[in-house]
């Protein structure tokens, strides 16, 4: 009785049902109503509930399925599409702890291997709508126009076609913008697949699509800027002129990854597996990973290859560039995947470092090793002092990167500055690294000069070199660095220089023309007899050293002109007194002419000639 | 397994130890510490040490060989010699300073250089086998925790499966088409499947595309020959230390392409090292060991030698045909059979879910410390004595 009673209830509940409800998704609600409101309709209607839902959707989602045509062209059918599968999944995950039941069981099955079907369609839909909703960037100079829509036009032919993208000629200028890599309407419609594929336990089949197509997308972007895959090797055996051109490059390329590229996928990522944050952060690590990688890599090769210190102004600019752009690094990989990426990021930073510090190490043994022989004949400036000098200014114009490398080092073991040196001038690393090349230069010079056979000539070569370096200091950052301490004593030994020749050409000539107590004491006859001794010493010595110091060269003028007065001024006034003496002795004066072979004027003359050093000197 | 007792090895006219022998009687009986012999000390140190280090890993259980556990056991013996070296460099600039060794240090640094390349080939090979886990875990998660396989489960792995037997395979091999023929699901077309297949090449991101490891080895090894006696007595056995040191960057490179996917992965090199140098027999005896195993038929058609590879193919390959074969519904004795296989590739997934890390880190150390060690010892070399 109770029986007959029951199925005279499911009966009338499916008959009303059939017939309030206008479609088999109205007719499944009510029934399901029925289920809830009651516990013996609930257990009658449910094996056949469970069938009849998984018929209808059977058949809805079988109809998209076996469509050629993608289903994303028409929202409609899209939406409804996804609905289907969002109640498939829902109903998978119901019927699941239930398959112990052998009615659930087989329709269980029957729901996997529909869900299955519907997942791998909407691969393929994932797939279809990236690769057509892609624009290039033409990130040379142009900028591509946003595709429009066809969702909405009937023909879908065209949907497949991809050669009516026309890239307009607009130059991004600024990094701030932030590219659209696909219209807005096919992000959301690929977050909606995804989220379906994510909800049914299917995130690998669609990050393995998303990653592949964006990572292809990156490889493009980026080839397009010229930027070649590079072997640590290949870097290292790089002519260095082609190596700038590659730097020039990667400097434009890594600005471009990290300032748009990048963001712009972490955006894409963000949007498409909105919700799924874990997915996003993986999926983004892996599509910029490899590209990150190319780029810090070369980086690297840089920063591990030759210490030629012509390389230092490309290597600071390499090292500028990651310096500058570390912020967006650590903010764009700040997620837990990308720590690997990050720690490799910062030490190539250091390694940069490492390798401008190699360079001024360089620049040392460089010095160091420039052989000692090969002293400038006339005493003049040697190359060496001129590269170095002039290398040290065009260095001091980046003091500021510069310093930053030295602060981050441990200083040159050896502080050679002396207390005061070190008490005034900057305290930087910076400082004391400058002032140990210095000093590595001096050393050089020194060894140089003990070359030259005259003592003379050695305190010229010094006196030029010195002079030149204090000039190259004084009016530059270098002067800031090393401090006015130390200005201050290279100019003293300049001076000092300045003496040491004068005593040690001019003190013999000196020497002679000096007659002091002889008159007195000696017989006028011997007076004169000794006189013509000293004027004939005096022609010879002073004929000698206009012969050996013709060739002697002051390069600067001032210190030319200050040196010829220096010994015009001691010389020209002992000589005309000197010949002052001359002329009371009346058997001198006599023969003039024969005996003095120059006059005062001859003399200034011919001091007024020395250091230009091509020989003028001789009459 | 070939047994190694390098004390046999020593005890007979073994070239190199013989001589330092002799020298240390020498000293010895002069009744005087001499530098030299400190110095020959120290290099004969190091040559024990490289031989312990690489007889340690002949040691292994033979079925560990090539594994993700015994690579790593392989760079730790790299460091260890490495280490060793840049302190011995560091400590006889003098000497190294001066032809012939001189050469052969400046060369050994460039070889250094080219094994960074190696290095980060070997990154991208990693990384290319961490992208297979995603296919294993499809695999498992449709096969694995389900009481019957159901239809959809099935298809979804086996596309995977079919993924995965690609990407496991050199692309050189002919065995790909037959994997082609069976990635026609649906809608997938001609391009489609070429674009998966580049998917699983294109990851070299370090080196360009006409880079090859083969060639990279063939430089590395490059005019690596052994020195004359008279030079290993005039350099107090350095040149003899460096050309040890360079022979085991060599076979540590050699080994790793061995094993990880790389481009164009060919193990002709040659080692000049001969048996005489009782330092170099445990590599020589690995050597050959791995040669052979790489030309064993079923072998050569594999993408890497690593352990885990082959474990994987043995998994992948049953589970192919396998897949290919059966009809729905699943007989139960197939579906036992397939049970088992998906249980043996989780166990292999989690050898190299667990490992591929570590050895990543290792990798990544072993190319930091090479860069570390030839910037410090080439700086030393440079700089006159009296700094300190």
Redesign the interface.
């Known amino acids: 009785m109770a029986e007959n009673g029951e199925e005279k209830l499911v009966a009338v509940a499916r008959h009303i049902a059939k017939t309030l409800g206008h479609t088999d998704t109205m007719a499944e609600d009510i029934l399901r109503i029925f289920s809830n409101f009651d516990g013996r309709l609930r257990e009658k209607l449910s094996d056949d509930g469970v069938k009849q839902t998984l018929n209808s959707l059977d058949r809805k989602i079988s109809g998209y399925i076996s469509a050629d045509a993608p289903i994303w062209s028409n929202p409609a059918n899209f939406y409804s599409f996804l609905d289907s599968v969002d109640q498939l999944t829902a109903a998978v995950r119901e019927w699941t702890p239930l398959?112990d039941d052998k009615n659930i069981s087989s329709c269980?099955?029957r729901a996997?291997?529909?869900?299955?079907?519907s997942?791998?369609?909407l691969e393929?839909e994932f797939?279809a709508l990236m690769e057509r909703g892609a624009k290039s960037l033409d990130l040379t100079g142009g900028r591509a126009v946003h595709r429009p829509d066809y969702s909405d036009e009937e023909d879908d032919a065209s949907v497949e076609d991809d050669d009516n993208f026309v890239p307009v000629a607009q130059p991004i200028t600024d990094y701030d913008v932030v590219v659209d890599a696909l219209p807005a309407g096919t992000i959301g419609d690929l977050h909606e697949i995804a989220r379906r594929m994510v909800a049914a336990?299917y995130v690998?089949?669609c990050?393995?699509a998303f990653n592949?197509w964006r990572?292809?997308f990156l490889?493009e972007s980026l080839s397009r800027l010229g930027l070649?895959?590079?072997?640590?090797?290949?870097v290292?055996r790089m002519q260095w002129t082609q190596l700038e051109d590659e730097i020039e490059k990667w400097i434009k390329a890594i600005n471009v990854a990290l300032r748009i590229l990048f963001p712009s996928e972490r955006s894409l990522c963000d949007r498409i597996f909105l919700g799924f944050s874990s997915a996003a952060d993986l999926n983004f690590m892996e599509v910029c990973?490899?590209?990150t990688?190319?780029l810090l890599?070369f980086a690297d090769a840089v920063a591990?290859g030759s210490r030629s210190p012509e390389r230092l102004f490309k290597v600071l600019d390499v090292y500028e560039t990651v310096r500058d752009l570390m912020p967006e690094f650590e903010l764009i990989f700040s997620d837990q995947y990308s720590l690997?990426l990050r720690n490799?990021a910062i030490?190539i930073w250091k390694?940069l470092e490492?390798a401008i510090r190699?360079i001024f190490?360089?620049l040392e043994?460089l010095i160091?090793r420039d052989p000692a022989k090969s002293a400038v004949p006339g005493g003049g400036l040697h190359p060496i002092t001129r590269y170095v000098m002039n290398y040290l200014r065009a260095a001091c114009r980046s003091r500021l990167t510069l310093e930053q490398v030295f602060e981050d080092s441990v200083a040159p073991?050896?502080d050679c500055r002396d207390g005061d040196d070190k008490a005034l001038s900057s305290s930087s690393s910076l400082g004391v690294q400058m002032a140990w090349i210095m000093e590595v230069l001096e050393c050089n010079l020194e060894a140089k000069s003990k070359v030259y056979r005259e003592a003379a000539l050695c305190s010229v070569f010094l006196m030029n070199n010195w002079r030149y370096i204090v000039q190259k200091v004084k009016d530059d950052e270098l002067g800031t660095l090393l401090g006015d301490d130390w200005i201050r004593k290279r100019t003293a030994k300049v001076r000092q220089y300045h003496v040491n020749y004068q005593r040690s050409s001019w003190s013999k000539v000196l020497g002679v023309l000096k007659v002091d107590s002889i008159s007195n004491s000696t017989s006028p006859s011997g007076a004169s007899k000794s006189l013509k001794e000293k004027l004939k010493l005096f022609n010879s010595y002073f004929e000698e050293i206009c012969k050996t110091q013709s060739s002697w060269v002051i390069f600067d003028e001032q210190l030319r002109e200050e040196l010829r007065i220096s010994v015009s001024g001691t010389l020209s006034p002992a000589y005309r007194s000197f010949i002052g003496r001359l002329q009371a002795v009346p058997d001198i004066v006599k023969h003039m002419d024969r005996h003095v072979r120059y006059s005062v004027e001859d003399v200034e003359a011919r001091i007024s000639m020395l250091f230009q050093g091509n020989g003028s000197g001789r009459r | 397994m070939p047994t190694t007792d390098f004390h046999e090895a020593s005890s007979s006219s073994g070239f190199g130890f013989s001589i330092l022998s002799r020298r240390r009687d020498q000293v010895h009986s002069m009744e005087s510490t001499h530098e030299a012999s400190v110095q020959e000390i120290e290099v004969e140190a190091f040559q024990k040490q490289v031989a312990d280090r690489f007889q340690d890993l002949i040691a292994a259980e033979s079925d560990d060989w090539l594994s993700i556990s015994w690579l790593r056991k392989l760079l730790d013996a790299f460091l260890c010699c490495q280490e060793e070296f840049r302190a011995i460099v560091l400590k006889n600039k003098a000497h190294l300073n001066r032809p012939p060794v001189e050469r052969f240090i400046a060369d050994f640094f460039d070889r250094s250089?080219?094994a960074?390349?190696v290095c980060?080939a070997i990154?991208d090979g990693i990384?290319q086998i961490r992208q297979w886990q995603?296919?294993l875990?499809?695999v498992l998660?449709a096969l694995d925790n389900q009481?019957?396989i159901?239809?959809?489960?099935f298809?979804?792995a086996k596309?995977a499966l079919v993924d995965l037997a690609i990407g496991v395979l050199d692309d050189k091999e002919p065995n790909t088409n037959v994997a082609h023929r069976n990635r026609s699901?649906?809608?997938s077309n001609v391009q489609?499947e070429q674009?998966?297949l580049?998917?699983f090449r294109?990851?070299?991101?370090?080196?360009?595309?006409s880079?090859s490891a083969s060639r990279?080895l063939q430089?590395i090894g490059g005019n690596l020959v052994a020195p004359r006696a008279n030079e290993h007595i005039s350099t107090h056995g350095l040149s003899m230390t460096v050309f040890a040191m360079s022979n085991v960057l060599l076979f540590t490179m050699w080994a790793l392409v061995a094993a990880i996917p790389c481009q164009d992965r060919g193990l002709q090199t040659q080692f000049n090292a001969t048996k005489q140098f009782f330092w170099a027999v445990p590599i020589l005896s690995l050597h050959e060991i791995i040669l052979d195993e790489s030309k064993r038929r079923d072998r050569r058609h594999l993408c890497g030698l690593l352990k885990e590879i082959i474990e994987l193919e043995k998994c992948v390959r049953p589970l192919n045909e396998l897949t290919d074969s059966v009809h729905f519904p699943l007989k139960k004795d197939k579906e036992v059979e397939l049970k088992q296989k998906v249980e043996e590739m989780g166990n292999v997934y989690e050898t190299i879910r667990d490992g591929l890390d570590p050895l990543e880190?290792q990798v990544?150390e072993v190319f930091?410390h090479i860069?570390r060690s030839?910037?410090e010892c080439l700086?030393s070399l440079?700089?006159?004595n009296s700094?300190?």
């Open positions: 398959a269980l099955d996997e291997d529909l869900l299955q079907r997942m791998f369609r393929d797939r336990g690998n089949e990050s393995h592949m990572r292809e490889e070649q895959k590079l072997g640590i090797d290949e290292h990973r490899g590209l990688i190319q890599n591990i690997s490799e030490a390694r490492e190699g190490m360089e043994n160091r073991s050896v | 250089v080219k960074l390349d980060n990154r990384e995603k296919q875990e499809i998660c009481k019957t159901g239809e959809g489960q298809r979804r596309k699901f649906g809608r489609k674009k998966s580049g998917h294109s990851l070299s991101w370090s080196v360009s595309r880079w990279q430089a880190r990544r930091h860069v030839r910037t700086e440079s700089r006159p700094h300190d």
